[in-house]
Nanobody
């Protein structure tokens, strides 16, 4: 069955770094656009970063540009989110997303908490 398993979340101080990973299985990973979303308490789930199937194109939310980097390794069926210079407003549950045309898969989420 399809699985997206996020890992790497945790508690970090302002200015710190974390690297999230999302391991995919059960579908042809290289054929899917991969994204990271986040959802803070009481707020909507928002797009953080997106990467094309081959990894040659990326997009970022304005709030994370210059601090976060999305990447993927199609040989390992894994997408990453390197998060640097973290701020308290980055605190949220981070979700991995796979999309191809009308098909979308979600991971279970990983909590990221940035203390001030």
């Amino acid at each position: 069955q399809v699985q997206l398993v996020e890992s790497g979340g945790g508690l970090v101080q302002t200015g710190g770094s974390l690297r999230l990973s999302c391991a995919a299985s059960g579908f042809t990973f290289r054929n899917y656009v991969m994204s990271w979303y986040r959802q803070a308490p009481g707020k909507e789930r928002d797009l953080v970063a997106r990467i094309s199937m081959a990894g040659g194109s990326t997009n970022y939310a304005d709030s994370v540009k210059g601090r976060f980097t999305i990447s993927r390794d199609n040989s390992k069926n894994t997408v990453y989110l390197q998060m640097n210079s973290l701020k308290p407003e980055d605190t949220a549950v981070y979700y991995c997303n796979a999309n191809r045309l009308t098909v979308t898969y979600w991971g279970q989420g990983t909590q990221v908490t940035v203390s001030s």
